[in-house]
């Protein structure tokens, strides 16, 4: 899924898959990924949105499924460029998902921006599991 027709388009052609157009706050399905690839997508959503699509996305997933999620690297939240930009540290996305109970970080690293001229950003990267319920 994106939100972009065109992108959805070529991905499909490329994939040979059914690639839907949809927003991440659309996301209504419950238990039905293994797993959610947001990199650098999400972190054009402000701070609230941004809660409600990352427990969107964690009911979306099956069991002990897995979210990827990067933000740019910072306190910044706001308009940069044209667009509006929430950045994270490892503090500030603990904050984030510390209600979504049902999300565990399994692993997070902070990365250079690979591009030219941009060698000097800095990405936080997150892997996060869907706990597996524990039956009582």
Avoid at 1 to 7: I, P, Q, V
Avoid at 42 to 61: N, Y
Avoid at 102 to 128: F, H, S
Wanted: include cysteine; charge should be neutral.
């Amino acid at each position: 899924m994106d939100g972009s027709a065109e992108l959805c388009r070529l991905a499909g052609e490329y994939t040979g898959i059914r690639v839907r157009q949809m927003l991440f706050g659309d996301l209504s399905e419950v238990k039905v990924y293994d797993g959610i690839w947001a990199c650098a997508s999400v972190l054009h959503l402000p701070e609230h949105e941004l809660r409600d699509v990352t427990g969107k996305m964690a009911a979306a997933l099956k069991e002990n499924g897995v979210l990827y999620l990067s933000f740019k690297y910072g306190t910044f939240s706001g308009e940069r460029d044209g667009r509006f930009f929430t950045d994270m540290t490892e503090a500030s996305f603990a904050d984030l998902i510390r209600e979504i109970v049902n999300l565990a970080v399994e692993e997070q690293w902070v990365t250079c921006d690979v591009r030219r001229g941009r060698e000097g950003e800095r990405w936080l990267n997150v892997i996060l599991r869907k706990r597996i319920r524990q039956k009582h």
